[in-house]
């Protein structure tokens, strides 16, 4: 029998790599993201490698929204072994004294609340049936700070303390939890932070290797890989030219 994952934030990057290779690895998907075209298309993808697909447009940070998206989500959909928190973004570099309260709104609406409103729909699921795996992609912000960093540090830190909090209350009910720290990954994540300024993102990732997207999903799959017994506490990853968060060695 296949095993159901859920992944946020699918349109892109990250969470569209591991919705691609979850999909190659014998799991059915349950995919979203606010952009309907680019779901469509990362669920056709999927759909070729032989994976059922639950896609819909979902903003996390809608509470309403959430609730409707499970109450939608048909019965054999419920049975889902793995989530991963995966919907995410920085908005901005600015200093505390300078910064966009809209952005702080967004980071913290998104990172934080976004990734609750999901994980208290999936977590009674999984004490049901007494068995999941759940994913949060927090952050070496989540670790460490950088300068401008400030508020989505603030989020992934808190990201980081959540995680910890959902292993200590769902192991119990024989569910894993796993936190993934990665540092500098090619995506869409820089053209978001500098709100579509193609220029600005494409340096952040020049002179040096930078982790890609697939990086990530190989990480997230080899923790759903182990045996049931062993819980991945958590993965800090990082190009080997970004020792530190803001520390990078570029040729
Ligand atoms: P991308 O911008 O490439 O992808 C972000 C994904 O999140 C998109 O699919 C986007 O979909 C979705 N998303 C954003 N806001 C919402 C929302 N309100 N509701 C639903 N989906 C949403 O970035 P990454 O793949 O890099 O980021 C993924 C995660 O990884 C984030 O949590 C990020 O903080 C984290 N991360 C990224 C790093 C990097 O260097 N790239 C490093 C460390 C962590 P849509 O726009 O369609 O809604
Ligand atoms: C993003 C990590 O180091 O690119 O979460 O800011 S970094």
Not at 76 to 105: E, I, P, Q, T, Y
Not at 106 to 128: E, F, H
Not at 176 to 190: D, L
Not at 219 to 240: D, F, G, R, S, Y
Request: hydrophobic share 40%; glycine share 8%.
């Amino acid at each position: 029998m296949k095993k159901i994952a859920f992944v946020t934030g699918a349109t892109a990057g990250i969470g569209k790599a591991t919705a691609r290779l979850l999909a190659k690895n014998n799991y059915d998907l349950i995919l979203c993201g606010r952009r309907k075209e680019m779901l469509k298309d990362i669920e056709n993808e999927l759909k070729g490698y032989g994976a059922e697909v639950y896609a819909a447009k979902l903003d996390v940070r809608k509470r309403k929204e959430v609730e409707t998206f499970f109450e939608d989500l048909p019965d054999r959909w419920k049975n889902m072994d793995v989530l991963v928190n995966n919907a995410g973004l920085a908005a901005g570099l600015d200093s505390f004294a300078g910064g966009n309260l809209d952005d702080w709104d967004q980071m913290v609406d998104t990172n934080i609340k976004g990734l609750l409103y999901v994980s208290r729909m999936v977590m009674p699921l999984m004490v049901n049936r007494r068995s999941g795996h759940i994913v949060n992609i927090g952050s070496i912000a989540g670790k460490e700070i950088y300068t401008g960093g400030n508020v989505y540090c603030g989020t992934k830190h808190a990201v980081d303390a959540l995680s910890r909090s959902m292993r200590r209350e769902l192991a119990e009910f024989d569910i894993r939890v796993s936190g993934i720290h990665p540092g500098a990954v090619e995506t869409e994540f820089s053209l978001v932070r500098f709100k579509g300024d193609a220029e600005r993102s494409k340096k952040v990732y020049e002179g040096y290797q930078s982790l890609v997207a697939n990086d990530i999903a190989e990480a997230i799959l080899w923790c759903l890989n182990q045996p049931k017994h062993v819980n991945i506490n958590e993965l800090t990853i990082m190009p080997l030219a970004q020792p530190a968060a803001g520390v990078v060695f570029k040729k």
